[in-house]
């Protein structure tokens, strides 16, 4: 079992970074592959960035390849998602997620186990 809370959210001007952190609580959580994940309201939850149990594997939506930044600190069983340049078309609840891993860094929602609660990004132009 997995437990993920989302700290970091906020309100932002265009152009402006947020660093959002995911900590864990759970004996699996050093081999699990942890994505993020944004869902704007009327929109279908997509895949921001994934990464891999060492951090040697990461995958980012093409949006914001560029401009964020996964990482994970094994050490604090947590993983961030550094954003920079924010847009507008950021905005959206962010989560993260976990899963097994099981050697790819998962895309789709539906095969993630465990999630957090959610934290609000706002970026306003």
């Known amino acids: 079992q997995v437990q993920l809370v989302e700290t970091g959210g906020g309100q932002v001007q265009a152009g402006d970074s947020l660093r959002l952190s995911c900590t864990a609580s759970g004996r699996t959580f050093s081999s699990s592959g942890v994505g993020w994940f944004r869902q704007a309201p009327g929109e279908e939850r997509e895949f921001v960035a994934g990464?891999?149990?060492?951090?040697?594997?990461?995958n980012y939506a093409d949006s914001v390849k560029g401009r964020f930044t996964v990482s994970r600190n094994s050490a604090k069983n947590t993983v961030y998602l550094q954003m920079n340049s924010l847009k507008p078309e950021d905005t959206a609840v962010y989560y993260c997620a976990a899963r097994p891993y099981t050697g790819v860094v998962v895309t789709t929602s539906g095969r993630y186990n465990y999630w957090g609660q959610g934290t609000q990004v706002t970026v306003s132009s």
């Open positions: 990464i891999s149990p060492n951090g040697g594997r990461i």
